[in-house]
């Protein structure tokens, strides 16, 4: 049954101006695609070698540099994403491309297993392929998303089914094409243009053996609701609420530039970004004036401008949904120091002070360019703070104290810690949170680690 809601389209994202459409896959091409990628796997994943599909990865990553412009420029026209930061998000794409082409035969070997002392003979744990998977991808990032799914399980032999966002189709179709063109067989990667209902479908059925979803709680519970009935292991990255902690620093002004880096990134939408700035007393009235001047300094622009800081959000559905959280964060008393300014389907830099608890702003993420500054006493007053959300994805910490940087970053309850640095993402880190921001990880070791067989064979003395 289709969801007629579900339309693939190029929607531009400053004026909602309809740029281009394409027709949903229907349910024989569905089923015909779901058996061409079981038959792919049964077929080319078991009889191709690991240093097969390394070097097809090797290939992938040769083509997102050829391609980057055209890859790049189809980003922005989709999501408005500030040119430099996608041409930087599809050069990403091809160093985690490589990075598991590079050691894919290091994730994948053999692990002895010592035995008790006493016994015979040996034994080891041996990785394999468990089948077809299913990536449902976001719009925030077009390309980054699919690297860090596809990437380690086509390496791994698993074969692909990818459904990217509604409002991506050309991103999808082109990144589709690099893995045909880089040799990998039919079947091994595919993209399908399906609504929410196929998709429903789809994770049920018995051939497809796990879930990747990075998107909205909401999302994140509908999926792992279809997957628990159907026993199908899932992956799920669902956003999140980070917390900048400052406590001490000699360079408030490095401070500063990293704080507006990590909120503007994207837009102001990029799940693991800085969103909340809990600053320790003695620095709060300087980082606040330094950080609400260097947040007034950026203006809204074209985004397919080289330099361009910040482009408009990546619909006008997105604006709308912005615009209604900030009228609720006034009317329940948060002070806007600066911004908050929409124009057309951007907004100007925001920055709230006194976000309390019973104001829904206090738990809300706010997708966007919109900080919240709390005033924090002490390190214990931070940490509860930092910890008081749903999510739990990312967090950072600046701190001249390596004592007290590593007891924080204990105490912070969060899947990743980021000390004195921000846009520190690299392929060999793995990426991922707990709570309401989602479960299993992404990226570096782990992330060849979620969708595998890990086969005991013992074998006797």
Same mark, same amino acid.
């Given at each position: 049954?289709?969801?007629?809601?579900?339309?693939? @389209?190029?929607? =531009?994202?400053?004026?909602?101006?309809?740029?281009?459409?394409?027709?949903?896959?229907?349910? =024989?091409?569905?089923?015909?695609?779901?058996?061409?990628?079981?038959?792919?796997?049964?077929?080319?994943?078991?009889?191709?070698?690991?240093?097969?599909?390394?070097?097809?990865?090797? #290939?992938?990553?040769?083509?997102? #540099?050829?391609?980057? =412009?055209? *890859?790049?420029?189809?980003?922005?026209?989709?999501? @408005?994403?500030?040119?430099?930061?996608?041409?930087?998000?599809?050069?990403?794409?091809?160093?985690?491309?490589?990075?598991?082409?590079?050691?894919?035969?290091?994730?994948?070997?053999?692990?002895?297993?010592?035995?008790?002392?006493?016994?015979?003979?040996?034994?080891?744990?041996?990785?394999?392929?468990?089948?077809?998977?299913?990536?449902?991808?976001?719009?925030?990032?077009?390309?980054?998303?699919?690297?860090?799914?596809?990437?380690?399980?086509?390496?791994?032999?698993?074969?692909?089914?990818?459904?990217? @966002?509604?409002?991506?189709?050309?991103?999808?179709?082109?990144?589709?094409?690099?893995?045909?063109?880089?040799?990998? &067989?039919?079947?091994?990667?595919?993209?399908?243009? +399906?609504?929410?209902?196929?998709?429903?479908?789809?994770?049920?059925?018995?051939?497809?053996?796990?879930?990747?979803?990075?998107?909205?709680?909401? +999302?994140?519970?509908?999926?792992?609701?279809?997957?628990?009935?159907?026993?199908?292991?899932?992956?799920?990255?669902?956003?999140?609420?980070?917390?900048?902690?400052?406590?001490?620093?000699?360079?408030?002004?490095?401070?500063?530039?990293?704080?507006? +880096?990590?909120? *503007?990134?994207?837009?102001?939408?990029?799940?693991?970004? @800085?969103?909340?700035?809990?600053?320790?007393?003695?620095?709060?009235?300087?980082?606040?004036?330094?950080?609400?001047?260097?947040?007034? +300094?950026?203006?809204?622009?074209?985004?397919?401008?080289?330099?361009?800081?910040?482009?408009?959000?990546?619909?006008?559905?997105? !604006? =709308? #949904? *912005?615009?209604?959280?900030?009228?609720?964060?006034?009317?329940?008393?948060?002070?806007?120091?600066?911004?908050?300014?929409?124009?057309?389907?951007?907004?100007?830099?925001?920055?709230?002070?006194?976000?309390? &608890?019973?104001?829904? !702003?206090? #738990?809300?993420?706010?997708?966007?360019?919109?900080?919240?500054?709390?005033?924090?006493?002490?390190?214990?007053?931070?940490?509860?703070?930092?910890?008081?959300?749903?999510?739990?994805?990312?967090?950072?910490?600046?701190?001249?104290?390596?004592?007290?940087?590593?007891?924080?970053?204990?105490?912070?309850?969060?899947?990743?810690?980021?000390?004195?640095?921000?846009?520190?993402?690299?392929?060999?880190?793995?990426?991922?949170?707990?709570?309401?921001?989602?479960?299993?990880?992404?990226?570096?070791?782990?992330?060849?680690?979620?969708?595998?067989?890990?086969?005991?064979?013992?074998?006797?003395?």
């Amino acid at each position: 049954m289709n969801d007629t809601a579900t339309v693939y @389209a190029v929607t =531009d994202p400053a004026t909602g101006d309809t740029l281009a459409t394409f027709p949903t896959i229907t349910d =024989d091409e569905l089923r015909g695609a779901v058996d061409t990628a079981d038959q792919t796997h049964a077929g080319w994943s078991r009889t191709s070698t690991v240093a097969d599909r390394a070097a097809l990865l090797h #290939r992938v990553a040769e083509l997102y #540099r050829e391609r980057r =412009d055209d *890859l790049a420029a189809t980003i922005v026209r989709e999501m @408005a994403k500030p040119i430099d930061q996608a041409v930087g998000e599809v050069d990403f794409c091809a160093d985690i491309y490589d990075y598991y082409a590079d050691h894919a035969e290091e994730f994948l070997a053999d692990q002895p297993i010592v035995l008790a002392d006493g016994s015979e003979g040996s034994a080891f744990i041996r990785k394999s392929s468990i089948g077809v998977l299913l990536g449902i991808m976001p719009w925030n990032f077009p390309a980054y998303q699919i690297a860090r799914f596809a990437g380690p399980n086509l390496v791994i032999g698993n074969t692909v089914l990818l459904k990217h @966002a509604p409002q991506c189709p050309e991103s999808a179709l082109a990144i589709e094409a690099i893995f045909h063109d880089a040799g990998f &067989p039919v079947g091994a990667y595919t993209n399908v243009f +399906a609504t929410n209902d196929q998709v429903a479908d789809v994770i049920a059925d018995p051939r497809v053996q796990g879930v990747s979803l990075t998107g909205s709680a909401r +999302a994140g519970a509908a999926v792992a609701e279809i997957a628990g009935r159907n026993l199908t292991k899932v992956v799920l990255e669902l956003g999140g609420s980070d917390p900048f902690i400052l406590l001490s620093t000699d360079d408030l002004d490095a401070v500063v530039e990293s704080a507006v +880096a990590t909120r *503007l990134e994207g837009n102001g939408q990029v799940c693991n970004a @800085a969103k909340r700035f809990l600053v320790a007393d003695h620095l709060y009235d300087d980082f606040l004036a330094k950080f609400t001047a260097a947040m007034a +300094a950026v203006a809204p622009t074209d985004p397919t401008t080289p330099g361009a800081e910040l482009g408009p959000l990546s619909s006008p559905a997105a !604006a =709308d #949904r *912005l615009a209604a959280q900030l009228d609720s964060a006034r009317e329940q008393g948060a002070t806007v120091v600066t911004g908050g300014e929409r124009q057309g389907n951007a907004f100007t830099p925001t920055v709230l002070t006194g976000v309390t &608890p019973d104001n829904d !702003a206090y #738990r809300e993420e706010f997708f966007g360019p919109v900080a919240a500054v709390y005033r924090v006493e002490d390190e214990d007053a931070a940490i509860t703070i930092a910890n008081d959300t749903p999510y739990g994805l990312g967090s950072y910490l600046f701190t001249t104290d390596a004592e007290q940087a590593l007891r924080v970053a204990d105490r912070i309850e969060a899947g990743m810690v980021y000390v004195n640095i921000v846009g520190a993402d690299s392929p060999e880190l793995p990426f991922g949170g707990v709570k309401a921001s989602g479960f299993g990880r992404e990226l570096g070791p782990l992330g060849a680690d979620e969708f595998v067989n890990k086969k005991l064979i013992r074998i006797g003395g």
